[in-house]
């Protein structure tokens, strides 16, 4: 069961969530993330499902952020079907990021429902 709607008033937050949701409903995957760099650049994903490689949506754009040169993130956003974040996921920005950095997870629509911390 979905919560009610979080509130977004960070613009930079609502951005972040609606890339994650325009990656989704543009490759028709099941689910969308996108994350930002301590320098601000945001990065944004799809999940990868081919039948000899799999990898998470919020998982690849941590990977695209650290192949482009990122050291740190600010934030993430993952929309999904799911109520929450994966553990796998929570690693992939604790690994960039370390514990605190807030993960925003949304519904198809973008909706967002809930704030975790890494």
């Known amino acids: 069961m979905v919560s009610a709607p979080l509130t977004v008033d960070d613009p930079e937050d609502r ?3 609606t890339l994650a949701r325009a990656t989704r409903a543009r490759t028709r995957a ?3 993330a ?11 994903a799809a999940t990868v499902a081919l039948p000899s490689f799999s990898v998470t949506a ?18 993430a956003a993952l929309s999904t079907d799911g109520e929450g974040v994966s553990d796998v996921d ?6 960039l990021a ?7 997870v949304a519904d198809a629509q973008g909706t967002p429902h809930t704030r975790v911390a890494s």
């Open 58 to 75: 919020l998982q690849l754009a941590v990977a695209m952020a650290v192949s482009s040169g990122a050291t740190g993130l600010e934030a």
């Open 15 to 17: 951005k972040i969530l």
């Open 30 to 32: 099941p689910e969308g």
């Open 98 to 104: 370390g514990p605190g950095v807030p993960v925003l």
């Open 90 to 95: 929570l690693a992939a920005v604790r690994d």
């Open 34 to 44: 996108s994350v930002r760099d301590q320098d601000g650049r945001t990065y944004a």
